[in-house]
């Protein structure tokens, strides 16, 4: 099994490199893969913001866990301190926003600006996201980094999910398009 195995790996690695001989693949293959994740999941987050009412941006579902506005800060903020690392910028503090915003429209706002920050981020080809940065202490590639982002992202919608859900809404990934 193992060899059939061992054979199989190599006959579909011997595909793809011929495949990749006749088609090349765009400069930002890799990059435009983890962008389409991370667009899906900001635009969630960035919806649910938007329909979540305001006076139910200060509900959380246990005391021991973030407001509802407090996860929009939080991802808000954690783009810019990732997406900065992923594109070589100084970096900032992960909870400036969750400390300074807290109405609905600020929120949103910041919500939105960091989609844009990180939309330059997620701009950069293959090459340059072969490049190393230090992020929470360690050595990473920059695609390792916009990756982890998008992953976050999804982390805390499925935390939005939740809090739409007590709140008797329906979550964006769940509604008809």
């Not at 950069?124 to 202490?137: H, P, R, Y």
Request: glycine fraction near 6%.
């Amino acid at each position: 099994m193992k060899r059939f195995t061992g054979v199989a790996l190599l006959l579909v690695l011997s595909a793809c490199a011929l495949h990749a001989q006749n088609h090349p693949l765009p400069s930002d293959y890799a990059v435009g893969t983890a962008r389409a994740l991370w667009q899906v999941q900001s635009g969630y987050v960035t919806q649910a913001a938007e329909d979540m009412p305001e006076a139910k941006y200060s509900y959380k579902p246990t005391p021991d866990v973030r407001t509802f506005g407090q996860l929009i800060a939080h991802v808000a903020g954690s783009q810019y301190m990732i997406c900065a690392a992923a594109i070589g910028d100084s970096a900032r503090a992960e909870d400036d926003i969750e400390k300074s915003k807290t109405s609905k429209a600020d929120l949103v706002a910041a919500m939105r600006a960091s989609n844009e920050y990180c939309a330059r981020a997620y701009r950069q080809t293959d090459n340059a996201s072969a490049l190393t940065v230090k992020l929470f202490g360690q050595e990473r590639t920059r695609l390792n980094v916009l990756i982890l982002n998008a992953t976050h992202d999804a982390e805390h919608y499925g935390n939005l999910v939740t809090y739409l859900r007590l709140n008797g809404m329906v979550p964006p990934s769940s509604k008809r398009q």
